[in-house]
């Protein structure tokens, strides 16, 4: 790029990296609070193969459905208890959040990839392409989300690649919304006018000028699309069509506890708080991002 269009970027708005390396970036009680619950369950996650005090798949029968340590019957040897094949609940537990994680973060990344790609080709060329691009997203809203999963993984088979592949295909629809609505916003700027009468290729400008005063907006909803897939993904392994056993899915736990779930109700609860626990550590972190990304977070 020219000393023209470079200089023509001072004008332009300040993109993720200067808003993430202010102070306030750590005095937001929702990011600090979210991300600190969210690294809670990352570090349990990587180092489930430390950590977890047991074999997470192997079935013990003799031990089977021990409470957990603070209950009558309970010990330290099985801190959480074990399920209804004698498996360590802890260690289940653990590598669950391996599994809500990957889908999340997997899930998040293929649709942030296709829909930001085409929420910054509709902003920006406008016209028949945007025409084109919303009346996809139209078709796209019109369609609920989590009953075309069910369908679609029933037909196909769960597993756990069938899952990411199909809520990546599903959950892009916010991505391209917010990048057309930025995009739309900033495609007649200054520093953007100046990179055209300089020569620059669509496809460059895009690449190198749009898409950085998009990031903030989209790492917001890649935070909002990591909760809502894991919560699905939870629900598609809970309806027996997701995720399939031996795996040890927090939406298998859940449905494997729940014929036990009036007398040894921890079988439900321990996967479910866990579950809770990190949708809302990705929510709080994604709602302090967006306060501070926002014009007003910003100023």
């Not at 099985?78 to 360590?88: A, F, S, V």
């Not at 809500?100 to 509709?122: C, E, R």
């Not at 028949?128 to 009953?147: N, Q």
Request: glycine share 10%; charged share 10%; net charge positive.
């Amino acid at each position: 790029m020219t000393d023209q269009t470079a200089g023509s970027n001072r004008g332009a708005p300040r993109t993720w990296w200067g808003v993430f390396s202010r102070s306030k970036f750590l005095s937001h009680r929702g990011v600090v609070f979210g991300g600190t619950m969210l690294v809670i369950v990352l570090a349990a996650a990587l180092l489930a193969p430390v950590l977890a005090p047991h074999d997470p798949y192997q079935q013990a029968l003799l031990n089977r459905l021990k409470p957990p340590f603070w209950m009558e019957g309970g010990s330290w040897t099985y801190p959480l208890g074990t399920d209804h094949l004698g498996r360590d609940y802890l260690s289940r537990l653990m590598f669950g959040a391996q599994i809500s994680i990957l889908i999340g973060l997997a899930t998040a990344i293929i649709s942030g990839v296709l829909g930001t790609s085409m929420g910054l080709a509709a902003g920006y060329f406008g016209g028949r392409v945007d025409a084109v691009i919303m009346f996809i997203v139209t078709v796209k809203l019109s369609i609920p989300t989590i009953l075309v999963a069910l369908a679609v993984v029933q037909l196909v088979g769960g597993s756990l690649q069938i899952v990411i592949l199909v809520l990546g295909l599903l959950l892009w629809h916010q991505f391209a919304v917010v990048a057309r609505a930025v995009t739309m916003q900033i495609r007649d700027m200054d520093y953007i006018t100046s990179a055209r009468m300089v020569g620059c290729s669509s496809l460059r400008i895009l690449a190198t000028e749009v898409l950085p005063n998009v990031l903030n907006q989209i790492i917001v909803v890649l935070t909002l699309t990591m909760a809502s897939a894991i919560v699905i993904e939870a629900s598609l392994s809970f309806l027996g069509v997701g995720v399939q056993p031996p795996l040890p899915s927090w939406g298998i736990m859940i449905a494997e506890g729940k014929e036990h779930i009036f007398f040894r109700p921890w079988l439900v609860m321990i996967p479910g708080f866990a579950l809770l626990f990190l949708v809302l550590s990705i929510n709080l972190l994604g709602d302090g991002l967006r306060d501070i990304t926002s014009p007003q977070g910003r100023g």
